[in-house]
């Protein structure tokens, strides 16, 4: 059974980096999938952020491009998700999932081979 499960502060300060982790479990980051960020702010659909490949390559949604750093540490099966220079807009639920394909349309379903993680809010307060 494949898992994860995000980590990282709850309340960022406006202006400072999000850092958000998630370890994966009964799975591997090398397999060959988009282990992917996503968010929901409050009353909006979801909205894929990026991804990093099975073999290292990363994937930015354009929007977030310069904001956005995605990596990952194999040894400890975690990816990590940092995104700089944060604002009011960007409170939402973060997701990380385990996903077949990359999203940079306007919709990130929900399919039933993909794997997510329960989610995190974040808030954005001084």
């Known amino acids: 059974q494949v898992q994860l499960q995000e980590s990282g502060p709850g309340l960022v300060k406006p202006s400072q980096t999000l850092s958000l982790t998630c370890t994966v479990s009964?799975?591997?980051?090398?397999?060959?999938?988009?282990w992917s960020w996503i968010r929901q702010p409050p009353g909006k659909g979801l909205e894929w952020m990026g991804a990093i490949g099975g073999r290292g390559s990363i994937y930015y949604r354009p929007t977030l491009k310069s904001r956005t750093s995605i990596f990952r540490d194999t040894s400890k099966n975690q990816f990590t998700l940092q995104l700089s220079s944060v604002t009011p807009e960007d409170a939402a639920v973060y997701y990380c999932?385990?996903?077949?394909?990359?999203?940079?349309?306007?919709?990130?379903?929900?399919?039933?081979?993909?794997?997510w993680g329960q989610g995190t809010q974040v808030t954005v307060s001084p």
């Open positions: 009964g799975g591997s980051i090398i397999d060959g999938y988009y």
């Open positions: 999932a385990r996903l077949r394909s990359l999203y940079y349309g306007n919709y990130v379903p929900r399919l039933p081979d993909d794997y």
